[in-house]
């Protein structure tokens, strides 16, 4: 009997989900493009034409960044995997992630101006790929957080269409603000830290309102299954 009730009334996995929790989602993908945008369109120009550091170290440089984080995103893949908390798996690297994240934006712009050439390639290689562990801290854990807010694949494909425009807007927003806000604080490299602080501020604020909005249902609904076990 019991099975022919199942059979006249499956589970549903769709959860109540509204237009704020997919908007919400989506902030996250705008926040973390003020960075990732940013790196494909002005990191090389100002280390070269701000900085004045050669092509062919920055490109080296990037080269062996490239590399190494492949290898972070297999090592931050597993912790979050092994991450059990009052918030879930993804969403404390969020809340711990962001403002190291931010921080560590900045700094790949504030290179020291009077040190040597040397201690500038020194600096850029370290706050470099300090920040591509912050990035991936950050990239990782969002990513899989759809999966466990809802076990619904049309939900999980709602999320995904809006973190896909919403990172749209997030390109658009570093390609037309970054250099008009540059050139409005002075146009010297401590007008880019500027620009930088102001996007990585609102950068924080678009994570928090993820951490804030999301619920790791699945992973709840999984515990509470193992308690009656």
Same mark, same amino acid.
């Given at each position: 009997?019991?099975?022919?009730?199942?059979?006249?009334?499956? /589970? =549903?996995?769709?959860?109540?989900?509204?237009?704020?929790?997919?908007? %919400?989602? %989506?902030?996250?993908?705008?926040?973390?493009?003020?960075?990732?945008?940013?790196?494909?369109?002005?990191?090389?120009?100002?280390?070269?034409?701000?900085?004045?550091?050669?092509? %062919?170290?920055?490109?080296?440089?990037?080269?062996?960044?490239?590399?190494?984080?492949?290898?972070?995103?297999?090592? /931050?893949?597993?912790? /979050?995997? +092994?991450?059990?908390?009052?918030? %879930?798996?993804?969403? $404390?690297?969020?809340?711990?992630?962001?403002?190291?994240?931010?921080?560590?934006?900045?700094?790949?712009?504030?290179?020291?101006?009077?040190? =040597?050439?040397?201690? +500038?390639?020194?600096?850029?290689?370290?706050?470099?790929?300090?920040?591509?562990?912050?990035?991936?801290?950050?990239?990782?854990?969002?990513?899989?957080?759809?999966?466990? *807010?809802?076990?619904?694949?049309?939900?999980?494909?709602?999320?995904?269409?809006?973190?896909?425009?919403?990172?749209?807007?997030? @390109?658009?927003? *570093?390609?037309?603000?970054?250099? $008009?806000?540059?050139?409005?604080?002075?146009? &010297?490299?401590?007008?880019?830290?500027?620009?930088?602080?102001?996007?990585?501020?609102?950068?924080?604020?678009?994570?928090?309102? @993820?951490?804030?909005?999301?619920?790791?249902?699945?992973?709840?609904?999984?515990?509470?299954? +193992? &308690?009656?076990?």
């Amino acid at each position: 009997m019991a099975s022919n009730a199942d059979a006249q009334h499956p /589970v =549903s996995f769709k959860e109540k989900l509204g237009f704020t929790d997919y908007v %919400g989602f %989506g902030f996250g993908d705008m926040a973390i493009n003020f960075t990732f945008a940013s790196l494909g369109m002005f990191v090389v120009f100002f280390y070269t034409d701000v900085i004045g550091i050669s092509a %062919g170290i920055i490109g080296t440089l990037m080269l062996f960044s490239r590399s190494f984080d492949g290898i972070i995103d297999v090592v /931050v893949g597993g912790l /979050v995997d +092994k991450t059990h908390s009052r918030w %879930g798996k993804t969403r $404390p690297w969020l809340l711990f992630g962001a403002l190291p994240f931010a921080i560590l934006t900045i700094s790949i712009f504030a290179v020291p101006a009077s040190w =040597s050439e040397v201690w +500038k390639i020194i600096y850029i290689f370290l706050s470099y790929n300090l920040l591509m562990i912050a990035f991936s801290a950050i990239a990782i854990p969002y990513g899989t957080l759809n999966s466990l *807010v809802t076990r619904d694949q049309h939900q999980r494909e709602k999320f995904n269409l809006f973190r896909m425009f919403m990172a749209q807007i997030g @390109v658009l927003i *570093v390609t037309n603000a970054t250099m $008009p806000m540059v050139n409005f604080f002075g146009n &010297k490299q401590l007008s880019w830290v500027i620009t930088y602080t102001v996007l990585s501020i609102i950068s924080v604020g678009l994570l928090m309102i @993820v951490f804030k909005s999301q619920r790791e249902r699945v992973q709840v609904s999984a515990a509470s299954e +193992k &308690k009656f076990l």
